[in-house]
């Protein structure tokens, strides 16, 4: 293996997934998390280059979209508020839960995501038994940890985290006994990855916060999530070994992916976000002489229009293009798409939050700059992938280490700061 071109490709990986979630910041929820997955998971198709792997780009795409859009549903801004306290116990207890929390975006994320890589014609994944175990685990952990057990992770908050939790065992007690154990591999180090960059991030954005630096540190956070979720989910596509599935797809196979990931799931960001009121109060927070109103509507209508093209023109691209029922996707198709699709959410984070009136948003502007750099490097580095197996015993080892540091991380927090707003107990 050369170590100096898969750690290029985990970076590439990692700022992909990054830029994605931290643009998701600005719009939240289930459908901003699946955007950013969605962008995750082709990054890490792309990075193969695995003509199989192109076949089904729009599937394995989806099926990342899906797993990291399920961990939208989890509140998480009281926990944020556990780890800015002053008491050890708050503090800890707040850097595990955001643990928690990143792992089950990762976990369900990395699964789904390994579950499409793995799938083919001698080894389908029933996709029907699947959902419905997953849902039945959502509903069964949820009554039992919540309802009975009252394991209230923040209170007074939604305690959605325990339906995630169930359909994380759920998905994990399918791959055991169907032995996708190279989709359980994906899973375990994409989980890994968004739990440490959650609780890690966290830590980092205390620390600016203190700093007094006038940044948006909350966004290194969100950054910190998407950059080790998206090494540790290519980490553990890279080290897994995959059967060779077919090199072409079906024609019928690619509409259904294409208008969710480019139509339903940006139309629902635009409908959920580009509220007129939200607009008008950030236009008026740093010009309050503009014409309001008149601005919003235009950026609304924009925003709307970018995605009608963005969809129409990638339907017709992959689909009405095509000739024959049986086509080849190549990388030099999926790229130009990897890019709009990044290209178009990033649009979005720079009108929603309309830095394209000032540059009092710095942050929207670094997404450009990792775009290029991303772009640059990303045809850059060929990709040698190895088989490596789970050693639980290491497992057990790594994540003692993990709690031990996530200690150390809280006695530095607490001791470098006074009240900080935003600070949430959950022990008194």
């Given at each position: 293996?050369?170590?100096?071109?898969?750690?290029?490709?985990?970076?590439?990986?990692?700022?992909?997934?990054?830029?994605?979630?931290?643009?998701?910041?600005?719009?939240?929820?289930?459908?901003?998390?699946?955007?950013?997955?969605?962008?995750?998971?082709?990054?890490?198709?792309?990075?193969?280059?695995?003509?199989?792997?192109?076949?089904?780009?729009?599937?394995?795409?989806?099926?990342?979209?899906?797993?990291?859009?399920?961990?939208?549903?989890?509140?998480?801004?009281?926990?944020?508020?556990?780890?800015?306290?002053?008491e050890f116990g708050n503090v800890y207890y707040g850097l595990l839960?955001?643990?928690?929390?990143?792992?089950?975006?990762?976990?369900?994320?990395?699964?789904?995501?390994?579950?499409?890589?793995?799938?083919?014609?001698?080894?389908?994944?029933?996709?029907?038994?699947?959902?419905?175990?997953?849902?039945?685990?959502?509903?069964?952990?949820?009554?039992?940890?919540?309802?009975?057990?009252?394991?209230?992770?923040?209170?007074?908050?939604?305690?959605?985290?325990?339906?995630?939790?169930?359909?994380?065992?759920?998905?994990?007690?399918?791959?055991?006994?169907?032995?996708?154990?190279?989709?359980?591999?994906?899973?375990?180090?994409?989980?890994?990855?968004?739990?440490?960059?959650?609780?890690?991030?966290?830590?980092?954005?205390?620390?600016?916060?203190?700093?007094?630096?006038?940044?948006?540190?909350?966004?290194?956070?969100?950054?910190?999530?998407?950059?080790?979720?998206?090494?540790?989910?290519?980490?553990?596509?890279?080290?897994?070994?995959?059967?060779?599935?077919?090199?072409?797809?079906?024609?019928?196979?690619?509409?259904?992916?294409?208008?969710?990931?480019?139509?339903?799931?940006?139309?629902?960001?635009?409908?959920?976000?580009?509220?007129?009121?939200?607009?008008?109060?950030?236009?008026?927070?740093?010009?309050?002489?503009?014409?309001?109103?008149?601005?919003?509507?235009?950026?609304?209508?924009?925003a709307l229009l970018l995605v009608l093209i963005f969809s129409g023109?990638?339907?017709?691209?992959?689909?009405?293009?095509?000739?024959?029922?049986?086509?080849?996707?190549?990388?030099?198709?999926?790229r130009p798409f990897f890019f709009a699709n990044l290209g178009l959410?990033?649009?979005?984070?720079?009108?929603?939050?309309?830095?394209?009136?000032?540059?009092?948003?710095?942050?929207?502007?670094?997404?450009?700059?990792?775009?290029?750099?991303?772009?640059?490097?990303?045809?850059?580095?060929?990709?040698?992938?190895?088989?490596?197996?789970?050693?639980?015993?290491?497992?057990?080892?790594?994540?003692?280490?993990?709690?031990?540091?996530?200690?150390?991380?809280?006695?530095?927090?607490?001791?470098?700061?006074?009240?900080?707003?935003?600070?949430?107990?959950?022990?008194?």
């Open positions: 293996m050369n170590n100096k071109s898969f750690l290029y490709n985990l970076l590439i990986a990692g700022m992909s997934l990054a830029t994605a979630w931290a643009i998701r910041g600005q719009f939240g929820h289930e459908q901003g998390a699946a955007w950013a997955g969605g962008i995750g998971g082709l990054a890490v198709v792309l990075l193969a280059r695995r003509t199989d792997w192109y076949a089904k780009a729009f599937q394995l795409t989806l099926a990342s979209a899906a797993g990291w859009g399920i961990g939208g549903i989890i509140s998480y801004g009281k926990v944020v508020g556990y780890a800015r306290g002053l839960m955001l643990f928690l929390i990143g792992s089950l975006f990762g976990l369900v994320g990395g699964g789904l995501f390994g579950l499409t890589l793995a799938s083919s014609h001698e080894k389908p994944v029933k996709w029907a038994q699947l959902i419905t175990e997953m849902t039945a685990g959502a509903i069964i952990f949820y009554y039992l940890l919540i309802e009975e057990i009252g394991w209230l992770m923040t209170p007074p908050r939604s305690e959605a985290w325990a339906a995630g939790f169930g359909m994380t065992v759920a998905m994990f007690w399918y791959m055991i006994r169907n032995k996708q154990y190279a989709a359980i591999r994906v899973a375990i180090f994409a989980g890994l990855g968004g739990g440490f960059g959650f609780a890690f991030g966290n830590f980092l954005q205390v620390m600016g916060s203190v700093s007094g630096i006038k940044f948006n540190f909350w966004n290194v956070m969100e950054y910190s999530i998407g950059f080790f979720g998206g090494i540790g989910m290519a980490y553990g596509t890279f080290t897994s070994e995959w059967e060779k599935s077919e090199d072409s797809v079906s024609k019928n196979n690619l509409i259904a992916p294409i208008l969710i990931l480019t139509l339903i799931i940006p139309f629902i960001v635009w409908d959920q976000s580009f509220e007129t009121e939200r607009l008008v109060d950030t236009i008026k927070s740093f010009n309050p002489n503009s014409d309001g109103p008149a601005i919003t509507k235009y950026v609304q209508w924009a023109f990638t339907l017709y691209y992959f689909y009405f293009k095509k000739a024959g029922q049986l086509i080849n996707l190549t990388a030099e198709q999926l959410y990033t649009i979005y984070s720079i009108l929603i939050t309309c830095a394209f009136m000032s540059l009092y948003r710095i942050e929207q502007y670094l997404y450009i700059l990792n775009i290029l750099v991303i772009g640059f490097l990303l045809n850059k580095f060929e990709v040698t992938f190895s088989n490596r197996r789970l050693n639980i015993s290491r497992w057990v080892i790594n994540f003692i280490f993990i709690l031990a540091f996530f200690a150390i991380l809280t006695a530095v927090a607490v001791s470098s700061h006074g009240e900080l707003k935003g600070a949430n107990s959950r022990f008194e």
